[in-house]
C-alpha cells in the first residue's frame, strides 16, 4: 500500500518506521527539504518532497501537523487526491477538526495514536511506540464506512487497542487524563518558579529529584502542542480545570483546618484510584 505523511516529526517519524517495516511504501511531505532528506536517510519514508502533489498516488494519507493545521491541510489535500482516499489525522483533539474536516472532504476519519515520547522531533523517531497503546477512531455519522475500516486496519497492523467513540466523548475523556495534566503541570512549574528568596529557589532545584520531574514533565513539553490544546479543546479543558480547582480548594481548606483525617481518607482513596487510570 502507499501511505502518505504529512508532517515529519515524532509521531510522522514513527508511522513511517512502522509502516515500512511492514511493506507499506511511504511518501513524506515536511515543510523544510531537509527534513525530508533526513527522514530518507533515516530510512523512515521512501520519498520526500515540500510539495503535496507527492502525495498524490497514496492509497491514505495520514496528516501529523500541528492541531490548527489539520483542516486547512485537508482542504488543500483535496485538489491533490483522487475520490475515495481516506485522509486521517493524529491530533489529540477531535470535535474541533472531525466536522469540518470532513465537509472538506468526505473521506476523512479522525485518530488519535495516544503514544508518544518526551523528545520531540524526527531524530527522536522509534519503532513500535504505537505497541499496545490506544487507537482512538472518532467516526461521525457522515463517515465513510470503507475509509474507517482502512484505518482501524492499519492502526491494527501497528499493534495498537482500538478504540471508537464520539469526537465529543474523545474531547472530555483526554481532557482529564492529557489536557488537564499538562495545565496543572505547567502551573506546578510556575508556581515553584515564584518562589521569592532565590536561596531557597536555587535549592529546591538542587533538591528535585524523581517526584518532581514526573509531576512536571508534561508541564515542560513543548508549549505549541499545549497552547493548542487549550485553545481547541477549550470548553472541556475548563471543566476539567474547574473540578480540579473545586479539589484544590477543598485540599487547602481541609490543611488550613488541620483536618488530617480528611487528608488521609483522600488519599487512601487516591492510592487505590490511581490503579484505575495507569498500571506500573
Known amino acids: 500500500m502507499d501511505i502518505g505523511i504529512i508532517g515529519l516529526g515524532l509521531i510522522g517519524g514513527c508511522l513511517g ?108 523517531a522509534d519503532p513500535h511506540i504505537f505497541k499496545d497503546r490506544p487507537y482512538v477512531i472518532t467516526p461521525i455519522a457522515d463517515t465513510d464506512p470503507k475509509a474507517a475500516q482502512l484505518v482501524e486496519s492499519l492502526a491494527a497492523q501497528l499493534g495498537s487497542s482500538i478504540y471508537h467513540c464520539t469526537p465529543e466523548d474523545h474531547d472530555r475523556a483526554v481532557a482529564w487524563i492529557s489536557h488537564l495534566p499538562v495545565m496543572v503541570s505547567a502551573s506546578l512549574i510556575q508556581a515553584a518558579l515564584q518562589e521569592p528568596d532565590d536561596k531557597v529557589l536555587t535549592l529546591a532545584q538542587q533538591l528535585a529529584s524523581s517526584g518532581f520531574r514526573d509531576t512536571s514533565r508534561v508541564g515542560g513539553g513543548n508549549p505549541e502542542l499545549g497552547l493548542m490544546m487549550a485553545q481547541y479543546n477549550q470548553t472541556e479543558v475548563l471543566r476539567a480545570l474547574k473540578r480540579y480547582q473545586y479539589e484544590i480548594e477543598l485540599t487547602i481548606s481541609q490543611v488550613e483546618k488541620s483536618d488530617w483525617e480528611a487528608i488521609a481518607q483522600k488519599l487512601k482513596v487516591t492510592s487505590v484510584g490511581r490503579s484505575q487510570f495507569v498500571s506500573e
Open 17 to 124: 518506521l512502522d509502516f515500512k517495516a511492514l511493506g507499506h511504501r511511504v511518501y513524506g511531505v515536511a515543510r523544510r527539504s531537509a527534513t525530508g532528506e533526513a527522514a530518507i536517510a533515516l530510512n523512515i519514508v521512501d520519498q520526500a518532497s515540500t510539495d503535496l502533489n507527492l502525495l498524490a498516488p497514496c492509497d491514505i494519507v495520514f496528516i501529523c501537523t500541528p492541531i490548527a493545521t489539520i483542516v486547512p491541510m485537508v482542504a488543500q489535500l483535496a485538489s491533490v487526491l483522487a475520490s475515495g482516499t481516506p485522509i486521517t489525522d493524529v491530533g489529540s483533539v477531535k470535535a474541533a477538526i472531525v466536522e469540518p474536516a470532513s465537509k472538506h472532504w468526505p473521506y476523512f476519519v479522525g485518530g488519535h495514536p495516544m503514544s508518544g515520547k518526551s523528545e520531540a522531533g524526527l531524530a527522536a
